[in-house]
């Protein structure tokens, strides 16, 4: 078998150039060699076929220079001259690989430059062949080897510095303030982003920590992303998804200045230390640190906002400083508020924010005090009251922001604010808060219940019509996302009880605050939560409910299919829903389990389970009741016809099953859909729309049986 590497002389050596790092052409061909007979697994070098291609006139030495050419030759390489770049492929195949009896088994390609890619195509080469690119990117990418070729970046493997390593140092909580003072947002995203970039216009990052105040609510300015969604408990998570590492300090400006300098002057002492270190903060208390920095020649840079920099560092002639606003598209609040509307005016992902605290609260002091306008001050009072901020400086960062994306508006002292009823957060957040607080209470007056179950809760709030608005109740995380901010901002309490089955066990509940009061009492109507489904037809469900209809069919199917090949009773209602609920939209597994009891087709109850100490709420199916009958009916007939299917040898498919022309009145998609739960049909890889019979299933033997006798 045999190993070829070509080096690519021509693209090599002018990609270094080109990127300013001076090489040493004698260690670049031994390593090249070296490394390539090692990655073919060759005993020796010997064994290896290296080829240096160039056109070598461009190569000639200057007096007292070394010849590449000579040293290519000198390192084992047969050194090839091609003229024309464009020929570059077609004169290696004539010469090497159209002569060679053995098919290629290692091909390793040492270069930058996509010219030898047509190589790869034309090169004779065993089955289990491996293809290396050896290089700055992987030029293979894209082609019909990406996924064969092992790329290996150049730099690397012959242990070349590019850059300099470079160590960045992020006092967050003086960047964030320094933002907001000056009138920008805190978008979290936006500043991982140039933050990152710019680190790299210096160097290779080898350090990248962002100092603050974590998990402490309302330490900070408020912190967003580009929807000007609250991402401050999110912080540490996004940082560290970005390979920036978030230190944890008290909040307060020492803290952070301290625990900065000391790891700085720690890190720098260091042999390896990095030679580029940049602080990201405009304190002047980082002027000494700074200065010890520049003493060990260290390249030292700062990263400040304009207007909140120090004039000491602004005057140390040591030091570069480059503005976050120069290398950051910053946003305004009011561009923020823009941004947050789609092409509608709608506002898009609309989820809690620390806007959802300043409407919140400002209704509940308003409500109290039975006026329109509060103070400014009472209004910050109870921000940091319920934790939504640490002190007054926040609580007025928040509020100037709320004034700059005109939430509230002020009056000409200042000193008294209002609320635009016409914003559309005020409309969205105030309708959110309502619709929850009014299904929580609908709920314990109807049921007569001391709390509402948290999964309940969502699955009622997924079912209200009321929600149903652009970037509005469209997922569990989002009605979750809700009811926590409600919990936070004291409208909701959430307790843990013990499980009625196993104490042992606590689950979330869900509670009024007995202090809260629903700002002007709305009316609101006692909503039924169980429906009479009595004597119902499903042909009449079908046409009320037609999601329901479909789940009543899916429930019966997998529950007989359950019980008759496990010889059990009954079937977990828990397992069942985990195995329907990607069908399960809303409430329409929970009522047609409804609709299946009270028509006399199920039975649900605790059951004692074999494998616990607990018992568990089971499903039974009563077999002599009519809809049993007409959805096992309806399977059988499904079934049946997929047999005969089968039997013909014939493409299974929709189209198909539709073409045998058998008089059933069947919802074939659906049917098409049970059968694909149920493992009794499974799709063809690589054949949209068809499918393969599992003719050994249990359900499709009961019915084969069943036909012959």
Known sequence: MAAYLIVDVDDLLEHFQRRNITVDVQELAVGLRGGAALAAGLVSADRLKAVAVANWKLHKPRRGSPDPQQIFKSAGYEVFDVPRRTALVDALIMHYFSFDPEPVNELILATTNP??????????????????????????????????????????????????????????????????????????????????????????????????????????????????????????????????????????????????????ITDASHSDGADVFIVASGDRDFNDAINALVARNKTVIVWAVRGATSRQLENNPGIIIEYVEDFTDLQTHQQLSLATLNDNGDIANFTPSQWSSVIIQFDRVAQALNTDAIARSRLIDQL??????????????????????????????????????NHPVVEKTRLIRDRVVVRVMNTLTVRDWEYVNYGFLLKGLAMDRDLDRPGMNYSDQWRSDWIDCLVREHVLLRELVPHRHNPDDLVPVIKLRPDYVLPNQPEFSIE????????????????????????????????????????????????????????????????????????????????????????????????????????????????????????????????????????????????FSIMETENILNPVPGRTNQYSLFRTHHTVSLVADGTRE
């Open 528 to 671: 039924p939560v169980v429906e009479n489904w009595q004597g119902i037809e499903l042909s009449e469900l079908e046409r009320m409910e037609p999601e329901t209809a479909d789940m009543v069919a899916r429930v019966i199917v997998s529950v007989e299919q359950f019980t008759s090949f496990r010889g059990y009773a009954w079937c977990p209602l828990g397992s069942l829903h985990k195995r329907l609920r990607a069908y399960d939209r809303g409430m329409s597994f929970q009522r047609s389990v409804e609709y299946l009891v009270e028509n006399g087709a199920a039975e649900v109850k605790e059951y004692a389970n074999p494998q616990s100490d607990f018992q568990t709420k089971g499903i039974s199916l009563i077999a002599h009741s009519e809809i049993y009958r007409k959805i096992l009916g309806e399977r059988n007939a499904f079934v049946r016809a997929l047999l005969t299917l089968y039997e013909r040898n014939a493409i299974i498919s929709e189209q198909s099953f539709s073409a045998l022309n058998i008089d059933l009145q069947l919802d074939i998609p659906l049917w």
């Open 384 to 421: 940091i009251e319920i934790n939504a901020v640490i002190s007054s400086a926040r609580g007025e960062d928040l509020i100037s922001q709320a004034l700059s994306m005109g939430l509230l508006y002020a009056s000409p002292d200042g000193a008294t604010l209002g609320m635009d009823d």
């Open 115 to 264: 010219d030898l890619v047509p190589l790869v195509r034309r090169v004779k080469m065993t089955r289990s062949a491996r293809i290396r690119m050896w290089g700055s990117v992987d030029v293979l990418s894209g082609t019909e080897f990406a996924d064969e070729v092992i790329f290996q970046p150049l730099e690397t493997l012959l242990g070349i510095q590019q850059t300099k390593n470079v160590a960045v140092y992020i006092d967050f909580e003086n960047i964030a303030i320094s933002l907001n003072e000056q009138g920008y947002t805190v978008n979290l995203d936006q500043l991982i982003d140039s933050f990152k970039r710019q680190a790299r216009v210096h160097g290779q990052p080898v350090k990248f920590a962002a100092y603050a105040p974590w998990g402490q609510r309302g330490s900070l300015p408020p912190v967003v992303d580009g929807s000007g969604r609250e991402v401050a408990d999110e912080s540490p998570s996004k940082l560290m998804m970005a390979n920036i590492d978030p230190v944890f300090n008290l909040p307060g400006k020492n803290s952070a200045d301290m625990r900065i300098a000391r790891d700085v």
